[in-house]
T-cell receptor, first 114, second 115 residues
């Protein structure tokens, strides 16, 4: 079965330190990869995506993600965390055999401490 | 900035009742979606809709569910006879393109509680 894994339920980082939120996937073909963020009582907001090309993609709010095909990973990163980055982060993948649906990870709660 | 709006934000209903969740997608978007998230579980795809018909649906989207774009602006999800397990947050989303490369724009969700 196709799936997306976010192995950490929660990641704690001190403000100013680099952060990484991990995502690995198991889907067929060459998928499209996405990161979304959810702030409390808000909807899901798009952060960035990988479709093709450069393995390092840059997105909103200073976030970036690195696609690694051999490891089937798409980890989210930021060089210097802000307290305002605290939120729930979701990795999502569109398999190559679907035109529309996304398969989602369970989400990782990111807590940035001052 | 244009946004997807959903109503109601929270609905409580009795088991067996019909529920309609409403969404107003971004005005120039052409593809519309419903996702749901049961508390503590993953976000799950329900259905996608384009050109006034369903383009893809998941196993969750059985005969109890239907979608409609009644007036060119609203996009609705109807659950005919709600079950306890339908309790979830339902997210509407839209995209301009349907090739799968475009990011989804989500509403803030409608929380459905079935008693």
């Amino acid at each position: 079965a196709q799936s997306v894994a976010q192995p950490e339920d929660q990641v704690n980082v001190a403000e100013g330190n680099p952060l990484t939120v991990k995502c690995t996937y198991s889907v067929s073909g060459n998928p499209y990869l996405f990161w979304y963020v959810q702030y409390p009582n808000r909807g899901l907001q798009f952060l960035l995506k990988y479709i093709t090309g450069d393995n390092l993609v840059k997105g909103s709010y200073g976030f970036e993600a690195e696609f690694n095909k051999s490891q089937t990973s798409f980890h989210l990163k930021k060089p210097s965390a802000l307290v305002s980055d605290s939120a729930l982060y979701f990795c999502a993948v569109r398999p190559s055999d679907s035109n529309y649906q996304l398969i989602w990870g369970a989400g990782t709660k990111l807590i940035i401490k001052p | 900035e244009p946004e997807v709006t959903q109503t109601p934000s929270h609905q409580v209903t009795q088991m067996g009742q019909e529920v309609i969740l409403r969404c107003v997608p971004i005005s120039n978007h052409l593809y519309f979606y419903w996702y749901r998230q049961i508390l503590g579980q993953k976000v799950e795809f329900l259905v996608s809709f384009y050109n006034n018909e369903i383009s893809e649906k998941s196993e969750i989207f059985d005969d109890q569910f239907s979608v409609e774009r009644p007036d060119g602006s609203n996009f609705t999800l109807k659950i005919r006879s709600t079950k306890l397990e339908d309790s979830a947050m339902y997210f509407c989303a839209s995209t301009l393109t349907g090739r799968g490369t475009g990011e989804l724009f989500f509403g803030e969700g409608s929380r459905l509680t079935v008693l």
